[in-house]
């Protein structure tokens, strides 16, 4: 046989497009030409395939070699084809038997002794073998991720041998155990720990249950991160659907851990950060902050500081909870539904209102500061809290007896609660209250006549605008979804109105 196809997959967005891999041998002076990748990869792989294939004591065929790499117009690393087109040459040569290869898909980067190294993005490829009916065979390193698509056949490897091996019905290569299915089990810091702060835990838990977006501002040292970084454990569990997609995201970002499987992610990025890294993007675009926060919690600390133009970039993938990077003619998607988090000093030096008195910010140099904050991000905000110092007896271990400290709930209680108020929203409109479109929150976040006059008089007097109107809705059929109460009254509209403190601002 002098033609030989080998399946295998490219990556675009969160995408695994079938990408075949045709080895045709030709007489004439002996040549290897690649068609299909992009000039800079042709030679490095040329030279790990010609190298693995000697090192392995095969014949390299002293022929004209043709690979094509199909289609021709998907963004492709040279690397992960490594394998493919070795086993293509081997079987347009007679060396390995060609009869099974159609079974199976490969992906695998060579080392020059023949060795397979890892590649990014094995889960999404492995869901897509498994979808077309495949078995996959890959770098032993990045088999986990990929063992995780249920009823999957997987095969890790350890080299190109293994593979001829298998191929050939000699010695079969042990398929991957299963991944375990996702656990409910806690993770992560506890609730517990953040001594004081019963009002913003309550808000934590109304953040958590609706998925709101939530603002906190206060003095620097009073717990704003640590807040932040318990959200994600107080989020009701990932179902497997959620957890296989958070985790693609992971694989295709080079950073998949098995220790963080079907845990809500939790990202923080540095206020120094660029647009690109928050967003996705690079010539092969991978996913930014914002996709990796996708199921989770994205917290941007500092918020002041954050530059304008990097923030406006979040605006509509809050919105869509997908984002799309043009790159070139091409473009890619990836999802992005984060929960959006943010903490911000309330005024330059951090102590505006501290009962030390040690605040000397004129209003000008406050309103300054605090203008750097794009209104239109703040018009997505839905529950703004403070975050005041708390006094020095609370903080202290030990000093109030614990029944004294309100919010003392634990992270697996405060989840509960939000699981709980969580599967109310799915069973009624099928998504959390915060992803709600204005007519939907027509139909489902109606308050009763007092909540309703409650809601006109704060409108008239706080001077708030429709985007405020439409969240004080949602927040307050979140409240009233954590209280069992199927009707919004005028306590869970107070409630939410109270959230909106920083329209003020
Ligand atoms: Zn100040």
């Known amino acids: 046989m002098s033609v030989a196809v080998v399946l295998s997959r490219g990556l675009a967005g969160l995408d695994a497009p079938l990408v075949t891999v045709e080895v045709h041998l030709a007489g004439g002076l002996p040549a290897f030409n690649l068609v299909g990748l992009p000039d800079t990869e042709v030679k490095e792989s040329r030279d790990r395939v010609r190298a693995a294939l000697q090192n392995?004591?095969?014949?390299?065929?002293?022929?004209?070699?043709?690979?094509?790499?199909?289609?021709?117009?998907?963004?492709?690393?040279?690397g992960r084809f490594d394998l493919p087109i070795a086993l293509g040459v081997l079987a347009a040569t007679g060396q390995i038997p060609a009869a099974a290869l159609p079974q199976f898909e490969f992906v695998g980067e060579l080392a020059l002794t023949g060795?397979?190294?890892?590649i990014r993005g094995a889960l999404p490829m492995a869901l897509c073998a498994h979808r077309?009916?495949?078995?996959?065979?890959?770098?032993?390193?990045?088999?986990?991720?990929?063992?995780?698509?249920?009823?999957?056949?997987?095969?890790?490897?350890?080299?190109?041998?293994?593979?001829?091996?298998?191929?050939?019905?000699?010695?079969?290569?042990?398929?991957?155990?299963?991944?375990?299915a996702?656990?409910?089990?806690?993770?992560?810091?506890?609730?517990?720990?953040?001594?004081?702060?019963?009002?913003?835990?309550?808000?934590?838990?109304?953040?958590?249950?609706?998925?709101?977006?939530?603002?906190?501002?206060?003095?620097?040292?009073?717990?704003?991160?640590?807040?932040?970084?318990?959200?994600?454990?107080?989020?009701?569990?990932?179902?497997?659907?959620?957890?296989?997609?958070?985790?693609?995201?992971?694989?295709?970002?080079?950073?998949?851990?098995?220790?963080?499987?079907?845990?809500?992610?939790?990202?923080?990025?540095?206020?120094?950060?660029?647009?690109?890294?928050?967003?996705?993007?690079?010539?092969?675009?991978?996913?930014?902050?914002?996709?990796?926060?996708?199921?989770?919690?994205?917290?941007?600390?500092?918020?002041?500081?954050?530059?304008?133009?990097?923030?406006?970039?979040?605006?509509?993938?809050?919105?869509?909870?997908?984002?799309?990077i043009s790159r070139a003619a091409r473009?890619?998607?990836?999802?992005?539904?984060?929960?959006?988090?943010?903490?911000?000093?309330?005024?330059?030096?951090?102590?505006?209102?501290?009962?030390?008195?040690?605040?000397?910010?004129?209003?000008d140099r406050i309103a300054r500061y605090r203008g750097r904050v794009s209104g239109p991000l703040l018009d997505r905000i839905d529950l703004g809290i403070e975050v005041p110092a708390v006094a020095a007896a609370s903080l202290c271990l030990g000093a109030a007896a614990p029944d004294a400290d309100a919010g003392s709930t634990s992270s697996a209680e405060a989840r509960a609660l939000a699981t709980r108020a969580r599967a109310r929203q799915t069973d009624r409109q099928g998504k959390p209250?915060?992803?709600?479109?204005?007519?939907?929150?027509?139909?489902?976040?109606?308050?009763?006549?007092?909540?309703?006059?409650?809601?006109?008089?704060?409108m008239a007097t706080l001077s708030l605008s429709a985007r405020a109107y439409h969240r004080i809705l949602k927040v307050a059929r979140t409240i009233a979804d954590l209280g069992d109460s199927p009707t919004i009254g005028a306590a869970h509209v107070a409630e939410a109105v109270g959230y909106r403190r920083f329209d003020r601002m």
């Open 115 to 118: 060795a397979l190294r890892s």
């Open 433 to 458: 209250n915060a992803r709600l479109s204005p007519r939907e929150i027509e139909a489902h976040c109606a308050p009763d006549p007092a909540g309703a006059a409650l809601l006109a008089k704060a």
């Open 56 to 78: 392995a004591q095969f014949e390299f065929p002293a022929r004209k070699i043709t690979v094509n790499l199909a289609p021709a117009d998907l963004p492709k690393e040279s």
């Open 331 to 363: 473009q890619s998607t990836f999802p992005a539904q984060f929960q959006f988090v943010a903490a911000m000093n309330p005024c330059p030096c951090g102590w505006l209102g501290h009962a030390s008195g040690r605040c000397h910010c004129t209003p």
């Open 182 to 324: 996702p656990s409910a089990a806690l993770h992560g810091p506890d609730l517990a720990d953040v001594r004081g702060q019963a009002e913003a835990k309550r808000a934590l838990g109304i953040a958590a249950a609706g998925g709101h977006s939530l603002l906190m501002i206060g003095p620097p040292g009073t717990g704003k991160s640590m807040l932040a970084q318990r959200l994600p454990g107080i989020l009701p569990p990932l179902t497997e659907d959620e957890a296989l997609a958070t985790a693609a995201i992971a694989s295709l970002a080079g950073r998949f851990s098995e220790a963080s499987w079907a845990t809500r992610p939790y990202r923080a990025p540095h206020h120094t950060a660029s647009a690109v890294a928050l967003v996705g993007g690079g010539s092969d675009p991978r996913p930014g902050e914002i996709s990796l926060a996708h199921h989770g919690v994205l917290f941007l600390d500092e918020l002041p500081e954050w530059d304008r133009r990097v923030l406006d970039v979040l605006r509509e993938p809050m919105e869509s909870g997908v984002v799309h």
């Open 132 to 180: 077309d009916g495949r078995a996959f065979v890959l770098p032993a390193a990045s088999a986990r991720e990929a063992a995780l698509v249920r009823d999957a056949v997987v095969y890790p490897a350890d080299g190109l041998l293994a593979v001829c091996a298998h191929l050939a019905g000699r010695v079969l290569l042990e398929p991957a155990a299963p991944g375990v």
